[in-house]
């Protein structure tokens, strides 16, 4: 089992700049893909950006390739996801999420096992 705990959630105005971490606890030897996902109110859950274990394979949605950044820190069980120039629309509880499963790209819900409790981030225009 891992247990997953995100935070650095808030509020921002539009133009701002967030940094959310995802801490990873519990059996942690394997090699995750981490992913995060966001959900807006009365909206679906989204994919937002994953990362593979090395961290050398990323895949970013297209509503935030430019303003997001993924990044882990094997060493210390954390990924981050640095969120700059934030609007409006990006305003959801955003959640993160591992996967032992070795194939890539891995953008789907279903595609994770284990899922933090989330954390809210408002964008105010």
């Known amino acids: 089992q891992v247990q997953l705990v995100e935070s650095g959630g808030g509020l921002v105005q539009a133009g701002g700049s967030l940094r959310l971490s995802c801490v990873a606890s519990?059996?942690?030897?394997?090699?995750?893909?981490v992913g995060w996902f966001r959900q807006a109110p009365g909206k679906e859950r989204e994919f937002v950006v994953a990362?593979?274990?090395?961290?050398?394979?990323?895949l970013y949605a297209d509503s935030v390739k430019g303003r997001f950044t993924i990044s882990r820190d094997n060493p210390k069980n954390t990924v981050y996801l640095q969120m700059n120039g934030l609007k409006a629309e990006d305003t959801a509880v955003y959640y993160c999420?591992?996967?032992?499963?070795?194939?890539?790209?891995?953008?789907?819900?279903?595609?994770?096992?284990?899922w933090g409790q989330g954390t809210q981030v408002t964008v105010s225009s």
């Open positions: 999420a591992a996967t032992s499963g070795s194939s890539w790209p891995r953008y789907l819900s279903a595609d994770y096992d284990y």
């Open positions: 519990g059996r942690t030897d394997s090699r995750y893909t």
């Open positions: 990362i593979r274990w090395s961290g050398g394979s990323t």
